[in-house]
């Protein structure tokens, strides 16, 4: 049963990256429901920055009271703009691309010398990483390999201009924000989430997991999460 606990911000909306959905957060939903928030996951479309601020925008309208919002790599460009909303408080960024306002997250990958490289889009504008091995190796090495061929098998492209788009304010001007920083990172490198966090003022923590820390590390994500809850109104 979960916990009755009341908090000072008792939403939390989760955003997930590129190469997955919404279900990618169901052990971080799972414990912090039991801590007594009201959790949702929003469906990006990922076909544009726009339809994915959209889809985000349209969940945050739906929360009563105010909100903590949770972007997972991609996402974080992605919250960046949908973090605007008057009932967002804080920001949280995990293994995150965070670009500044005017700026999109491939210009921010090569302003910090670390442009994507690796991935080609297909005929239709997508980017596909559905080899389980290449899975495995960039997204989620601390995971089982069975674990990651069922992610590889489900996992949902992104469209390459997501990447090109501008956002247009950054809201962690405005707002507070919290990065984890995840050490043996093969998608986001290390150094360069330092570099990011650090630009945007974030407060940190960084420990040992691959990019998809939101699946290997769901105890650890949740507990950072709900600490920044509860710092967003301090």
């Known amino acids: 049963m979960a916990a009755t606990t009341a908090h000072p911000v008792p939403n939390i909306v989760l955003v997930h990256g590129a190469f997955a959905d919404g ?9 912090l429901t039991a801590m007594g928030y009201h959790v949702t996951a929003v469906q990006n479309p990922l076909t544009s920055l726009s ?3 959209i889809a985000t925008e349209r969940v945050l309208r739906r929360q009563k009271g105010d909100v903590l919002l949770v972007g997972h790599s991609w996402a974080g460009a992605v919250i960046t703009q949908a973090g605007n909303a008057s009932n967002v408080k804080g920001l949280v960024y995990l293994s995150a691309l965070v670009p ?24 239709d504008g997508l980017l596909w990483l559905d080899d389980p091995a290449q899975f495995h190796h960039v997204m989620g090495a601390d995971l089982a390999m069975s674990n990651a061929q069922f992610l590889s098998s489900v996992q949902q492209p992104i469209a390459a201009v997501c990447f090109a788009a501008k956002v247009k304010h ?4 405005d707002k507070p924000s919290w990065y984890l920083q995840t050490t043996d990172d093969q998608a986001l490198p290390y150094p360069v989430q330092q570099t990011i966090a650090r630009q945007i003022g974030a407060r940190t923590l960084s420990i040992r997991s691959s990019h998809l820390s939101l699946i290997s590390q769901p105890d650890t994500v949740a507990k950072f999460i709900d600490r920044a809850a509860s710092e967003s109104e301090r």
């Open 23 to 31: 279900s990618s957060w169901s052990a971080v939903m799972e414990r």
């Open 100 to 123: 500044d306002s005017d700026e999109s997250a491939a210009d921010l990958l090569a302003r910090l010398k670390a442009p994507m490289t690796g991935l080609s889009p297909d005929a």
């Open 170 to 173: 950054a809201a962690w001007h």
């Open 51 to 53: 339809d994915d601020v």
